[in-house]
């Protein structure tokens, strides 16, 4: 099967400071890779796309410049939250696809718990 | 732009009873249907989707689901749950348009199975 993993798996940190966060795809090259953010007992919220490559597409309302993604090669995008304030606290969700095909199954993750004090 | 409801956030069965969780989304265009599943400390794996033809769709782990286009709804049904089936189940949509293939998630329902 396709593998996806995200390290950390638990992050805590103090207010003000940076934290990165990787995604890897284990065994395939990931055409496109995707951000969620999730709240307790809500739905996973889209924050950005990015391929391989190139600048991520970031949904409305997500700022750029709080949140980094890079996408530096088939295998890795790393989300970096700048500047991490207690209302960043979340559940991040990455999930990668094979190819371009917008129908293509995503692999997801198993997330990353940020706690920001 | 597109909007999932998934209307029950819990739903506890016995086992071997059957099982429905509903799912209604809103959108000004066609759509992709997916539903995840997600076990604890796990990431979301894919159940099964509708990308066209007919609307039944039979996924992994015995579960279907019906993609009723009047209606708007792509229900996921099982007949005979097992313990096992405990999880967080997610319908999500993408728009068949874009070609980046963004999903967008319902809330999600917890099913629990009990003996």
């Known amino acids: 099967g396709a593998v996806v993993s995200q390290h950390p798996s638990r992050v805590i940190c103090k207010s003000g400071t940076s934290v990165k966060i990787e995604c890897r795809s284990l065994?395939?090259?990931?055409?496109?890779m995707f951000w969620y953010r999730q709240f307790p007992k809500q739905s996973l919220m889209l924050m950005a796309t990015?391929?391989?490559?190139?600048?991520?597409?970031?949904e409305q309302g997500v700022e750029k410049d709080k949140f980094l993604i890079n996408h530096a090669s088939l295998t890795l995008s790393t989300l970096t939250v700048t500047s991490a304030h207690p209302e960043d606290s979340s559940f991040y969700i990455c999930?990668?696809?094979?190819?371009?095909?917008?129908?293509?199954?995503?692999?997801f993750g198993p997330g990353t718990r940020l706690t920001v004090l | 732009a597109q909007s999932v409801t998934q209307l029950d956030s819990q739903v506890p069965v016995f086992e071997e009873a059957p099982v429905e969780l509903r799912c209604n989304y809103s959108?000004?265009?066609?759509?992709?249907l997916f539903w995840y599943v997600q076990y604890p400390n796990q990431g979301l794996q894919l159940l099964l989707k509708y990308l066209s033809g007919s609307t039944l769709v039979k996924g992994i782990n015995g579960f279907e689901a019906e993609f009723n286009k009047s209606q708007t709804s792509f229900h996921l049904r099982k007949p005979s749950v097992h313990i096992s089936d405990t999880a967080e189940y997610f319908c999500a949509v993408s728009d068949r348009g874009s070609t980046l293939g963004r999903l967008y998630f319902g809330r999600g329902t917890q099913l629990t199975v009990w003996p």
């Open positions: 999930s990668a696809r094979r190819s371009g095909r917008a129908w293509d199954e995503q692999f």
């Open positions: 065994d395939f090259q990931a055409t496109t």
């Open positions: 990015s391929n391989e490559g190139s600048k991520a597409t970031y």
């Open positions: 959108s000004s265009v066609s759509v992709y």
